[in-house]
């Protein structure tokens, strides 16, 4: 085995952890998942994730995901937690939970586009390689040739009047009760707008419905090609940890 890492992913339902193993990119025992508690607030996440890392009995530095942007540890947005989030210094409130240890906090998105493109979907792409994750809101990860663009807000970009996460996050489908094709128009559309801004060379898409992705991928209408995840819910624990080992190397780091 080698080099270890811990990652965390703070979801809307769920905050899961995991010790990855490095080189591959795989957790290396299965992954502890606790209910986001109500509300999600910045102490009581931060109190969940200490006990996630407690019982993994991990002792090292810490990577934990945000659905929000994030800068120098900073969460700026809160579109789909709780508010209070907003200017809280999440990377030294969760530092104090973990006993005062190297915590490194970033969006979520962007975790699992750096897990894809180490270990997964993006793995032999050497161009612009953007990744969205489709769940309750759309979350984006723009990466070149292995450099991160933090904290890219693409769900929120309107398309046709609307924001692109309010017509073609998964949510979106279960909500309206869209069809599969449905939904894939949505999705298209908005896929066109990124594309013709971004001219990316893959899409790669995440999130929960990313698994069923032979209902809607084949369906898609734009012209970039777009694949499924690869490591589906792994990605943001997996890509957490990396950044918690790396901090300079990815970017991440202030
Ligand atoms: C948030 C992003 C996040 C995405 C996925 C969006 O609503 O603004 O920061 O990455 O949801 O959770």
């Known amino acids: 085995m080698g080099a270890l890492g811990f990652g965390v992913d703070v979801g809307g339902s769920g905050i899961k952890g995991a010790i990855v193993d490095l080189d591959t990119g795989e957790l290396v ?17 931060a109190a969940t994730v200490a006990e996630i890392v407690a ?3 991990w002792d090292g530095p810490v990577g934990v995901t ?10 700026r947005t809160a579109a789909n937690i709780d508010p209070s989030w907003i200017g809280t210094d999440a990377r030294s409130i969760l ?6 240890r190297d915590v490194t906090v970033l969006n979520d998105a ?11 979907a993006g793995r032999d792409v050497n161009g612009l390689v953007v990744l969205l ?3 309750t809101g759309i ?40 069809s599969y094709k449905e939904w894939a128009a949505e999705v298209s559309r908005v896929l066109c707008r990124f594309e013709d801004l971004l001219w990316p060379d893959l899409f790669i898409a995440g999130g929960g419905i990313s698994r069923k992705h032979e209902k809607w991928i084949p369906r898609l209408e734009n012209r970039t090609p777009v694949v499924p995840a690869a490591l589906l819910n792994t990605a943001g624990i997996v890509g957490a940890a990396l950044v918690a080992a790396n901090p300079q190397e990815t970017g991440i780091a202030p």
């Open 133 to 135: 994750t489709f769940g």
């Open 95 to 100: 530092s104090t939970a973990l006993g005062g």
């Open 55 to 57: 019982r993994a009995q």
């Open 139 to 178: 979350g984006s990860a723009v990466i070149h040739r292995g450099v991160l663009l933090p904290n890219t807000e693409f769900g929120h970009m309107e398309v046709d009047g609307k924001e692109a996460e309010h017509r073609a996050a998964s949510s979106v489908k279960d909500t309206e009760g869209l």
């Open 110 to 120: 962007d975790a699992a586009g750096l897990a894809e493109y180490r270990y997964g």
């Open 29 to 45: 025992e299965d992954r502890i998942k606790i209910e986001t508690p109500r509300p999600a607030t910045p102490d009581a996440v």
């Open 66 to 75: 945000l659905p929000a942007v994030v800068t120098a540890g900073v969460a």
